[in-house]
């Protein structure tokens, strides 16, 4: 059964008028957490895409560079947008249910983070209003102000600070930013991603960062940054 399929299924859940975030607390374990991380995902970005203003084609070809979503399936990922765009509740609220809803596991809410980012970015520009959205989503998720950073120096920062991206300073130690490089390198393996419940379109994302932080290092080590 596809990804998509089981979203389909967790839709056909919702009772007549029942919002999106209905979802948000039944989606918790194996393989669900999958299925609950794609919704987390496309449910904020719509959100997000609402706080801008706009919603651009390039936003949307985000999703699918994120998600691999056949052209018969495409209508799932669509209604999971308008059931999130269209819904009273705000993204506040949204974002403190998924919280929950992961059992506030700190590395799936940094990953469920850096997807907000890529769509952030998809049409080339970070706007005001998409910084506050997602600085406040981080303080609700309790990301530390020093992973935020790091997030935005890759994304947003246009030639990204190296020591941000490793999330260290260079009053640090070169044993500890080595340290922290190799913790980076080790967070970003597909098999952990993966044991962690993600869907396989979550390790796209992970060989995006594991780039960056591999030549963060190395710059750092050559003395360039």
Same mark, same amino acid.
């Given at each position: ?67 691999? $979503? ?5 209508? #799932? ?20 249910? $998924? ?18 980012? #890529? ?15 997602? #600085? ?52 970003? #393996? ?29 710059? $750092? ?5």
């Amino acid at each position: 059964m596809s990804l998509w399929t089981r979203i389909l299924d967790a839709l056909s859940s919702l009772a007549p008028g029942e919002a999106l975030s209905g979802l948000f607390d039944r989606l918790r374990t194996p393989p669900e957490r999958s299925v609950a991380f794609t919704i987390a995902v496309i449910a904020l970005g719509a959100k997000m895409a609402k706080a801008d203003g706009r919603v651009t084609r390039d936003e949307v070809a985000a999703f699918r560079e994120v998600f691999t $979503i056949a052209p018969s399936e495409t209508a #799932h990922a669509a209604r999971v947008f308008d059931l999130a765009r269209t819904d009273v509740a705000g993204y506040e609220d949204y974002a403190r249910r $998924i919280k929950t809803m992961f059992a506030e596991d700190a590395d799936t809410l940094r990953d469920l983070m850096e997807g907000l980012f #890529h769509i952030a970015m998809a049409d080339g520009q970070y706007h005001p209003a998409e910084d506050d959205f997602l #600085h406040r989503v981080a303080a609700i998720f309790r990301l530390p102000d020093r992973e935020f950073r790091s997030l935005r120096a890759r994304f947003a920062g246009g030639e990204p600070d190296c020591y941000e991206v490793l999330g260290v300073t260079r009053d640090t130690a070169m044993e500890d930013i080595r340290a922290a490089w190799r913790a980076a390198v080790r967070e970003s #393996h597909p098999d952990r991603l993966m044991a962690r419940g993600l869907p396989e379109e979550a390790v796209k994302l992970a060989e995006k960062r594991l780039i960056a932080v591999n030549r963060a290092w190395e710059n $750092i080590q050559a003395g360039t940054a």
